[in-house]
């Protein structure tokens, strides 16, 4: 599927280079607009014009709403302010105001002079929501009815309206702006009598969104109600717009991206990885590794502190690594889970007593299996097999139990963290493994050294 | 929002205990069915099928196309013949497949035998497919038109046969089952003259998929073409049935956090935490952990063998952990940032050479970077602050030295094996965080014990 693209997207580059416009008219007329709009990024920037000019005008304004801006930039760039009132009047008002967010100030002025006046107001107010909000991802192109008109009048109303609508299929009923109900085009065709009144076919429990409510809230509420689309009601409950599922379907796959970008220890960045350069990855990458480098700090003091206790049982030293590696993982796991269940909306903050008792129970279950296994294997493989006869019986039980011990507060940890960091409105995701590794790291060594004064005297 | 909800969840269960049974009838009326079901997860056994019977008919059938299947099985066994019968007639096919799929055998067989004969036969072609391929999440109701029929001719057939279909919106164009195009009722209701054929208007470069193409893909179409439905085709090209957008979108929910418990070095689970017993998670945790501890044998066997240099240069010890941590956390970003651009189609398996050169390039700069700035702090910090005069010039420099080396080679292997463990078709996502660390744990000390015995010749 993929490499059959790939070959599409070379062929038509090269017959563009060949100048076969007719064919490649051709060839563009029955491809979707997502794909044409990937092959805008594969070209260079002079040939951008010229294969967007060879578009079907109506592909054209679709597969422009899919580029990235830097491929945007250049078109409009090019572009008559003839040429450039028209692909307005093809974009769909949130995708006009995605465009003026991303470009610079003297593009946005030349695309708000363009623009007419319904369009003009439509971008301003999207523009005027704060980024990340329902208000900033939403369209306010949906179809209105009238509470008393029928179902036949409203099927009219449909066929003469809908063709500048981002959906028809859900139509929302207002009277005087406050939004009273809602009607999906299903419902209105299967009604059998044209005769009806809206308001007695509208569903009137509805479920909507604030303009600032924050877009991962929005798209939960997609994904839990399989709705096509949700309306945005601003704080007097005045209707303003409609989020659509494909938006929020965008806004999934991006909050996902950014936790697992948060996870792995990076700053979130909203440029794909081929097309982010070495210095700009490089940004996003040092500030975590700096930071967590410096705080082990602390692990190098409680090393060199304990320097006696390493020098009298030298078998110590050699089993840092594991304990801190394996306490690594296991608060890793335990914060991965809960930053996950977080997102999901499967977990709340007044679910920590619960999550504190299974995470308890759960390490105490994998501390102690791991602690047998981990004595059996030293005593087999490090002290029998490669004969590391510093390695006495004590030293395996100082190993083991510290092990244990370090496996329950890195399960603690990793589940506590994420749910503090909620409660300080802080996102859950910057809790995970690198943070908390290398809390876990001093911590399990001052758990190792105390059982080793402990058991050893050292 | 979500407390409100929760208090409303409080509030029907004292109602019920309390049998106000009109008034919570009511209030269920006004209910969406996502959270009717979400009500049910609450409950006790003995109040389930008492909740459900106060439940409207229609409502009914979707809240428990939303159950977890515990409630489900519970409804199911109290349910009589007749009852079933008229649940199965409410639930789409592709809803009771998935039912069929969860229950025990037993309860399967009487679902299959109060099912209509129609229905049976969608349940068992869907079951017919592979676990997580497009067959076995498609729904076999969509409604079908010819190509010779009229724009009005179409428009009545939906209104006829809508009713059972799970969407009306994209309607598919076959021929003996050859599927030759699809029509939005969109682009039926805005054509002007309903004379007008459905073949002249309908998009014939279509998108389908494979019955055995894999959900993932699937579900990465809908966020790039955001259709609303994606038609599937047999192998001979003929269609057998639809997905839709909101089975998709659950699948992007489920495939992300497979991804993420895998990166987490945990066996995937389709329950939810707070559902999962303290066993079951135990068993999802410990085999990784087991299997990282084991390996870091070879980490105890790098330190053991320079015990020599050790004891010689004390020093060195306290910069293990912060070198091993470092080259961790370098690798992790890399092996994240990789595993999501491959999960999201961003990557193919031929750019590797490009992600190698990306990688050394970014690895040059976060080393030399961190390199410099701990040269500074060993020296400020841990030298001169808290006076540790076993640190000299030459082993901050063996240090500072091995942490770049060690960047680069955790930035390499973080980036490399998960594109490896594609091209060997297994989930990149195994390869993240707590196994790379691994690696990079026995490599760093490696680089580590080289630098030291070069420059210091310990």
Chains 1, 2 share one sequence.
Request: proline share 3%; charged share 20%; net charge negative.
């Amino acid at each position: 599927m993929t490499e059959r693209f790939e070959n599409m997207e070379n062929e038509i580059i090269s017959m563009l280079e060949q100048k076969q416009y007719a064919a490649l008219r051709e060839i563009l007329s029955q491809m979707n607009p997502a794909d044409i709009a990937e092959i805008f990024s594969e070209l260079e920037q002079r040939q951008i014009p010229l294969l967007f000019r060879l578009l079907p005008k109506e592909t054209a304004a679709e597969a422009f709403a899919e580029m990235e801006s830097e491929a945007q930039e250049v078109l409009i760039r090019g572009f008559s302010d003839n040429e450039l009132k028209e692909l307005l009047d093809e974009l769909y008002a949130d995708d006009a105001a995605d465009l003026a967010e991303e470009m610079p100030a003297n593009v946005v002025k030349r695309i708000l002079r363009q623009a007419t006046p319904e369009m003009r107001s439509a971008i301003n107010q999207i523009l005027r929501y704060p980024e990340y909000s329902a208000g900033s991802i939403m369209t306010t192109e949906y179809v209105s009815l009238r509470p008393q008109m029928t179902v036949g009048e409203s099927i009219l109303r449909i066929r003469r309206q809908g063709v500048d609508k981002e959906t028809i299929y859900t139509c929302y009923v207002t009277q005087g702006r406050k939004l009273l109900g809602l009607v999906t085009v299903k419902d209105l065709l299967l009604c059998g009598d044209d005769e009806t009144l809206v308001e007695d076919v509208m569903l009137t429990n509805l479920i909507c969104v604030n303009t600032h409510t924050d877009q991962e809230e929005v798209a939960r509420m997609f994904s839990k109600y399989n709705f096509l689309a949700l309306p945005v009601v601003d704080m007097e409950n005045r209707m303003v717009g409609i989020v659509t599922f494909d938006d929020a379907m965008d806004v999934m796959e991006e909050e996902t991206t950014e936790d697992m970008e948060l996870m792995g220890g990076m700053l979130p960045s909203e440029k794909t990885y081929l097309r982010s350069s070495a210095w700009e990855l490089f940004k996003n990458r040092i500030p975590w590794l700096l930071l967590l480098m410096i705080s082990a700090t602390f692990t190098g003091m409680i090393i060199t502190s304990f320097e006696g206790a390493l020098a009298a049982q030298a078998a110590l030293t050699a089993f840092i690594p594991m304990l801190m590696g394996t306490g690594g993982n296991s608060g890793s796991q335990s914060s991965v889970t809960v930053i996950r269940a977080l997102s999901l909306g499967e977990l709340d903050l007044d679910d920590l007593p619960r999550v504190i008792w299974k995470e308890i129970r759960t390490a105490v279950l994998c501390g102690v299996a791991l602690a047998v296994v981990c004595f059996v294997k030293i005593w087999l493989i490090d002290r029998l097999l490669l004969g590391n006869t510093q390695i006495t019986l004590l030293v395996d039980a100082v190993v083991c139990l510290a092990l244990a011990v370090t496996v329950l507060v890195a399960k603690l940890v990793g589940a506590i963290l994420p749910i503090g960091a909620k409660l300080l409105k802080l996102d859950p995701a910057v809790m995970a493994s690198p943070f908390i590794t290398s809390i876990v790291d001093a911590l399990s060594l001052l758990v190792y050294f105390l059982f080793a004064r402990l058991l050893l005297g050292v």
